[in-house]
């Protein structure tokens, strides 16, 4: 279904008042850029990173700067055109600080098992491979105790381009190509990477937190190494699929792994190869 169709039918919902209950399915579809919900993804984490989250039941989301997470900081560029100077008519710049307050989190449609994603993404620590669905992430993670969560929530698939495109982009865009009353016009500054990051096809989930965010306070932000994180309520157990313990640990370590995680009470397989 179209964005056009999927407005029309919120409208219709409004006009009858029905719940945000029921509307929240078409909200997800209209938000997921480029991606359907049902598209399965997969993702590698930091495995203390993700077991501290499954218990406190929150999901950490990573602060989308200009430097990038992760490595190659200087060179990811997530969010490009944060800090970037606009010219206005007369001259004066003009800058889009809305851009800092976008949090988020990459996934991959592809499965993630060779041994150079485990290097990638999990580096010298452990690693949990996990698997779900687009659908079932932003489920979970657009929160309707957010009054704003229509506005605030997006999924989107990422392009990758070469270095002299994405100069390009940046020399030629006007800053009202990223205003809009649904915030599809930011994102897009969100979902455009280096052609040398294009073997992770990553799906980006994004969560816009502004300063004071009074309006949904049981989001907060932490520094955690000088890293500013979204710590968002996120019950784990109804998202994951499948947990896939790191192959490159020692077996000893994999079933430690596998005892802390059915400690936690989750109902999905966990898969020791």
């Given at each position: 279904?179209?964005?056009?169709?999927?407005?029309?039918?919120?409208?219709?919902?409004?006009?009858?008042?029905?719940?945000?209950?029921?509307?929240?399915?078409?909200?997800?579809?209209?938000?997921?850029?480029?991606?359907?919900?049902?598209?399965?993804?997969?993702?590698?984490?930091?495995?203390?990173?993700?077991?501290?989250?499954?218990?406190?039941?929150?999901?950490?989301?990573?602060?989308?700067?200009?430097?990038?997470?992760?490595?190659?900081?200087?060179?990811?560029?997530?969010?490009?055109?944060?800090?970037?100077?606009?010219?206005?008519?007369?001259?004066?710049?003009?800058?889009?600080?809305?851009?800092k307050d976008y949090y988020g989190m990459c996934w991959s449609h592809l499965p993630l098992h060779e041994r150079w994603a485990w290097n990638e993404f999990a580096g010298n620590e452990d690693g949990l491979l996990v698997k779900?669905?687009?659908?079932?992430?932003?489920?979970?993670?657009?929160?309707?105790?957010?009054?704003?969560?229509?506005?605030?929530?997006?999924?989107?698939?990422?392009?990758?381009?070469?270095g002299d495109n994405l100069a390009r982009w940046k020399d030629k865009s006007h800053y009202t190509d990223f205003l809009g009353s649904q915030g599809f016009e930011s994102l897009q500054t969100l979902l455009r990477l280096p052609k040398e990051?294009?073997?992770?096809?990553?799906?980006?989930?994004?969560?816009?937190?502004?300063?004071?965010?009074?309006d949904f306070p049981d989001a907060r932000v932490v520094q955690r190494n000088n890293i500013n994180l979204c710590k968002h309520p996120f019950v784990w157990n109804d998202v994951i699929d499948e947990i896939y313990i790191d192959p490159r640990i020692s077996r000893a370590k994999q079933s430690q792994h596998v005892q802390q995680l059915q400690k936690l009470s989750l109902t999905c397989p966990i898969i020791d190869i």
């Open positions: 279904m179209e964005i056009e169709d999927l407005d029309f039918e919120l409208k219709k919902m409004d006009f009858r008042q029905a719940p945000h209950s029921e509307r929240k399915p078409l909200y997800i579809a209209r938000n997921c850029v480029d991606v359907l919900p049902d598209q399965e993804i997969w993702r590698i984490f930091n495995a203390s990173f993700l077991l501290e989250d499954i218990e406190c039941k929150t999901i950490t989301l990573p602060e989308i700067s200009t430097k990038g997470v992760g490595k190659n900081l200087s060179t990811s560029g997530e969010n490009p055109f944060w800090g970037h100077e606009f010219r206005l008519e007369d001259g004066y710049p003009l800058y889009l600080a809305f851009l779900s669905t687009v659908g079932k992430m932003m489920h979970e993670l657009m929160n309707l105790s957010n009054k704003f969560y229509m506005l605030t929530y997006y999924c989107g698939k990422i392009s990758y381009d070469t990051f294009d073997r992770e096809q990553e799906i980006r989930f994004v969560y816009r937190c502004p300063d004071n965010n009074l």
